[in-house]
């Protein structure tokens, strides 16, 4: 699976857009690029996934370049509660291939 | 619709003692993977069971094992503990393999002492 690159740490305002960026320039026409987030002391919580297009759900949007390098988790109205690490994560999305490889994804802090 | 349930949520066992996790998916859900995270290591992936069959495995000794039964329902074995196996594990459900549309479950934390 191709490996990704996130910033440590992003600060957002509470009622702004949270734009949480995400670097998989080895990325593969087959793989799909993931979200997930981890509020503290729970388990991580699914977001979002896309191939190639932009993906929009009740919890965020999805938004891949079009050479697929990049991708930007968009959370439209940040609240106090989307306070949270963030993990992109890019897989193929095969039969027997269940494993998510998390890195150290970015550490969300909304402030009041 | 119900999530998945771990139990125990806390477990203390000490040293060379053996423990015994439990995960039930979420109803229709067929695969469940195990995640073992901790402070210096982050979220690592255990293993993956579909059908009663392990289908993945990450790279832990073989002290770590699981199994899963025919409801769906797995369960995690690790014998001979040791301090470090210290940590949150969590289970994780999807409907099959490959879907990475994984729900977690809220975790087991095992302290050994």
């Known amino acids: 699976d191709a490996k990704t690159t996130q910033p440590p740490s992003m600060d957002c305002a509470e009622g702004r857009a949270a734009n949480l960026p995400c670097n998989h320039s080895?990325?593969?026409?087959?793989?799909?690029v993931y979200w997930y987030r981890q509020i503290h002391s729970q388990g991580p919580q699914y977001i979002i996934h896309?191939?190639?297009n932009n993906e929009t759900n009740e919890m965020a949007s999805l938004i891949i370049t079009e050479d697929r390098k990049s991708s930007t988790l968009i959370l439209p109205h940040a609240t106090l509660r989307d306070t949270a690490v963030y993990y992109c994560?890019?897989?193929?999305?095969?039969?027997?291939?269940?494993?998510?490889?998390f890195g150290q994804g970015t550490r969300l802090t909304i402030n009041p | 619709k119900a999530g998945v349930t771990q139990t125990p949520r806390y477990l203390i066992k000490t040293r060379g003692q053996q423990v015994t996790l439990s995960c039930s998916p979420i109803?229709?859900?067929?695969?469940v993977s195990w995640y073992q995270q901790t402070p210096g290591q982050g979220l690592q992936f255990l293993f993956e069971?579909?059908?009663?069959?392990?289908?993945n495995k990450g790279n832990f000794p073989g002290r770590f094992s699981g199994r899963q039964f025919s409801n769906s329902r797995s369960e995690m074995n690790v014998s001979t503990l040791e301090l470090g196996d210290s940590a949150l594990y969590l289970c994780?459900?999807?409907?099959?393999?490959?879907?990475?549309?994984?729900?977690f479950g809220q975790g087991t934390r095992l302290t050994v002492v």
């Open positions: 994780a459900s999807s409907l099959a393999p490959g879907r990475a549309e994984a729900f």
């Open positions: 080895t990325i593969s026409g087959n793989e799909y």
């Open positions: 896309g191939l190639k």
């Open positions: 994560i890019v897989r193929v999305r095969i039969q027997g291939a269940q494993k998510l490889v």
């Open positions: 109803s229709g859900h067929r695969s």
């Open positions: 069971y579909f059908s009663e069959t392990q289908r």
